[in-house]
T-cell receptor, first 109, second 114 residues
Framework: RKEVEQDPGPFNVPEGATVAFNCTYS??????FFWYRQDCRKEPKLLMS???SGNEDGRFTAQLNRASQYISLLIRDSKLSDSATYLC??????????FGAGTRLFVKA | NAGVTQTPKFRVLKTGQSMTLLCAQD?????MYWYRQDPGMGLRLIHY???????AKGEVPDGYNVSRLKKQNFLLGLESAAPSQTSVYFC?????????????FGNGTRLTVT
């Protein structure tokens, strides 16, 4: 089993839709979780940090399920500018930050 | 405020050639990292540094060397480039431990080895 697994997508959704991505991780010792977004041919940028059961920031909500070892990202009222690849990043100690391969999202007008 | 700056942005090498990628950050961050990103795969850590004068191996260090002579700079060297090193390389820095400090990435270097 890969350390971090994400559905590569792409997810194609219309503007205004709600979309959710799941990310499963294998290391039960993971303590912190991050979602980064990466635009095409650009560098990753931090979207959200999750240290407890979840986090919410405007239209974005992350929920953590430690028992099942997955974390989800929910985007409400999708905008064209949300089109990007979303990277799931669990942290399990030291400097071993494992990046998922990402989920691609396309939001269409 | 430039953040993290990488040079060069693009480079084409022939097998066996050497090169150095430069990363500079102006945020006074202690920690710096070099990652590579290949299609369909997540970013993989090559080497990292927890402070000036220190370096450590990451997940995929073979074929690369690094140096951190100054706090603001982190250099990645390829002594004898191989086609398997064709990739996009990202430098990153963080103020503190990756447990609670976000990584700030540079714009990336696209390297092709023929």
């Amino acid at each position: 089993r890969k350390e971090v697994e994400q559905d590569p997508g792409p997810f194609n959704v219309p503007e205004g839709a709600t979309v959710a991505f799941n990310c499963t991780y294998s290391n039960s010792a993971s303590q912190s979780f991050f979602w980064y977004r990466q635009d095409c041919r650009k560098e990753p940028k931090l979207l959200m940090s999750v240290y407890s059961s979840g986090n919410e920031d405007g239209r974005f909500t992350a929920q953590l399920n430690r028992a099942s070892q997955y974390i989800s990202l929910l985007i409400r009222d999708s905008k064209l500018s949300d089109s990007a690849t979303y990277l799931c990043v669990p942290w399990a100690g030291g400097f071993k930050t494992i990046f998922g391969a990402g989920t691609r999202l396309f939001v269409k007008a | 405020n430039a953040g993290v700056t990488q040079t060069p942005k693009f480079r084409v090498l022939k097998t066996g050639q050497s090169m150095t990628l430069l990363c500079a950050q102006d945020m006074n961050h202690e920690y710096m990292y070099w990652y590579r990103q290949d299609p369909g795969m997540g970013l993989r850590l090559i080497h990292y540094s927890v402070g000036e004068g220190t370096t450590a191996k990451g997940e995929v260090p073979d074929g690369y060397n690094v140096s951190r002579l100054k706090k603001q700079n982190f250099l990645l060297g390829l002594e004898s480039a191989a086609p398997s090193q064709t990739s996009v390389y990202f430098c990153a820095s963080s103020f503190g431990s990756p447990s609670n400090s976000p990584l700030h990435f540079g714009n990336g270097t696209r390297l092709t080895v023929t």
